[in-house]
């Protein structure tokens, strides 16, 4: 197997700068939208509803959730992170929402850093999600290092977050994903909870869902492009001008979110779904959910809360609880399912 160039200080840096880069710098995607515009509610006069009685609850798998929505993988391995971290599993506790970590590779390395990671004991009953990256397993990572993050965190599943882009462009980046599918599948038949695959922000194709699918994944987040570019951020971080010109250059590149979400249904209409990648509210998730994911997924706007304290975040939480419920209550639906009926979210010309 091929060695990692990538020291466990450097690792640890590089989460340090990521949250800066995320923070601080415009790392928003610009000339490629999450194509959620392109689509409109049909407005309901009169719902025949008490707004009151209308029901966010969802599952996924097997675990019930108040909302349908995840705070996307984000952090881990500083003492922010660790700060971050908690704050947002309060949150999630508080009004059932699901959760992803950061990575947990820089756990591995340097396993006193685990508890920056840890977090169940801020939010005993909400779905937790591990993670790791995918090409790791190219790099002597295996069933153990899977094992270990996942019993760390006592999570419900496991995300392999696939990220050739960004690898491509962070300095001394990990680029070999050749024997990746067959290894995800051997993976996926050992492990004792769920896989998770997911792309960072640049999207998984209609064709790529139906290979996942096939390799035993039990989940897809299709994490498309128009929010955060993770190009922009590596090359924010970059010192060499090579991988800054890649980052300037890679910076749109993606497929779009709504396009992904109608691919994967298209290819696999029972495989659960996650949709992220550029939500930014309460409406785009309800499109999201609309256009047939499971769950939906935000990163940014919950990290720009959470950098300021756990009462930004409870603002957030119910801003969206409230955006979303709005949206169900003006097309005259009381529950989530209701929004994937005909004719309630319309293609507009």
């Not at 947990?104 to 993670?131: W, Y």
């Not at 998730?285 to 756990?310: I, R, V």
Request: hydrophobic letters at 40%; proline letters at 3%; one cysteine or more.
């Amino acid at each position: 197997m091929t060695a990692s160039p990538i020291y466990s200080s450097d690792t640890q840096n590089r989460k340090a700068d990521h949250l800066r880069v995320c923070l601080d710098e415009d790392v928003q995607c610009r000339q490629v939208t999450t194509g959620l515009e392109n689509y409109r509610f049909t407005h309901c006069c009169l719902p025949e509803l008490n707004r009151a009685d209308i029901d966010l609850s969802s599952e996924f798998l097997s675990k019930s959730l108040g909302v349908p929505l995840l705070i996307s993988s984000m952090t881990g391995g500083t003492e922010t992170a660790q700060l971050i971290n908690q704050r947002l599993a309060a949150v999630a506790q508080r009004y059932g929402l699901a959760m992803g970590v950061g990575s947990q590779r820089v756990a591995v390395e340097r396993p006193e850093l685990k508890g920056t990671f840890k977090v169940r004991s801020h939010a005993p009953d909400i779905l937790l999600l591990a993670n790791l990256g995918a090409v790791q397993l190219n790099y002597d990572y295996g069933l153990d290092q899977c094992r270990r993050v996942v019993d760390w965190l006592q999570a419900d599943a496991l995300i392999l977050h696939l990220n050739p882009l960004q690898e491509a462009v962070q300095t001394h980046g990990d680029t070999n994903f050749k024997g990746l599918l067959g290894k995800i599948e051997t993976l996926c038949t050992q492990l004792e909870v769920p896989v998770i695959a997911k792309e960072v922000g640049n999207g998984i194709s209609g064709e790529m869902v139906s290979r996942l699918r096939q390799a035993g994944v039990a989940a897809i987040d299709v994490a498309g492009a128009g929010g955060t570019s993770w190009a922009k951020v590596e090359g924010e971080r970059a010192q060499d001008p090579l991988q800054q010109r890649l980052g300037q250059t890679f910076a749109d590149w993606g497929i779009p979110t709504a396009d992904c979400i109608v691919q994967a249904r298209a290819i696999a209409p029972n495989l659960p779904l996650i949709a992220s990648g550029g939500l930014r509210n309460g409406l785009d998730a309800a499109k999201a959910l609309a256009l047939g994911s499971d769950l939906t997924g935000m990163a940014f706007p919950f990290l720009q809360a959470a950098s300021q304290s756990e009462a930004a975040l409870e603002f957030l939480a119910e801003a969206l609880i409230a955006e979303l419920t709005t949206v169900l209550f003006c097309t005259g639906q009381g529950a989530i399912a209701g929004l994937r009926q005909a004719g309630v979210l319309q293609k507009v010309d």
